[in-house]
């Protein structure tokens, strides 16, 4: 890894991590981290669902849609929030488009911190 700065390490460390573990569908994180603006967010797992946030620390942001693997094949995109369907997507690669679809407007690196101190420097800008 070369050396940039303290968020792009934190964040490739976490997808590194990801595409090691083998806790999601292998053609999914590949998917999600040849996305150039995917691979600048914080990539977590949970339940088998690869998520994406807008800060390093817990609790994760929660708007961005993640991706649930689907029995049978394919892959179902939710979110933001666990009440929204985006729709089902056949392949990886779909899966991904819609994701990006459907980032917040303005959506940039992973702050380094939490969704309230995140905020909090949204607020002030």
Same mark, same amino acid.
């Not at 934190?10 to 292998?26: M, N």
């Not at 380094?112 to 949204?122: F, I, M, N, Q, S």
């Given at each position: 890894?070369?050396? /940039?700065?303290?968020?792009?390490?934190?964040?490739?460390?976490?997808?590194? @991590?990801?595409?090691?573990?083998?806790?999601?569908?292998?053609?999914?994180?590949?998917?999600?981290?040849? &996305?150039?603006?995917?691979?600048?967010?914080?990539?977590?797992?949970?339940?088998?669902?690869?998520?994406?946030?807008?800060?390093?620390?817990?609790?994760?942001?929660?708007?961005?849609?993640?991706?649930?693997?689907?029995?049978?094949?394919?892959?179902?995109?939710?979110?933001?929030?666990?009440?929204?369907?985006? /729709?089902?997507?056949?392949?990886? &690669?779909?899966?991904?488009?819609m994701?990006?679809?459907?980032l917040?407007p303005?959506? /940039?690196?992973?702050?380094? /911190?939490?969704?309230?101190?995140?905020?909090? @420097?949204?607020?002030?800008?």
């Open positions: 890894m070369t050396e /940039g700065a303290p968020e792009e390490d934190l964040i490739e460390t976490a997808w590194q @991590k990801l595409l090691t573990a083998h806790r999601v569908d292998g053609r999914l994180l590949r998917a999600a981290y040849a &996305e150039p603006r995917l691979r600048r967010l914080f990539p977590w797992v949970g339940m088998g669902e690869l998520h994406f946030s807008r800060c390093t620390e817990p609790p994760w942001s929660w708007d961005v849609p993640f991706i649930a693997p689907v029995m049978g094949g394919g892959f179902f995109v939710g979110g933001p929030s666990r009440s929204q369907s985006v /729709g089902p997507a056949p392949t990886a &690669e779909t899966a991904i488009a994701v990006v679809e459907r917040p303005g959506c /940039g690196r992973a702050f380094v /911190g939490t969704p309230e101190e995140l905020a909090e @420097k949204e607020q002030s800008e």
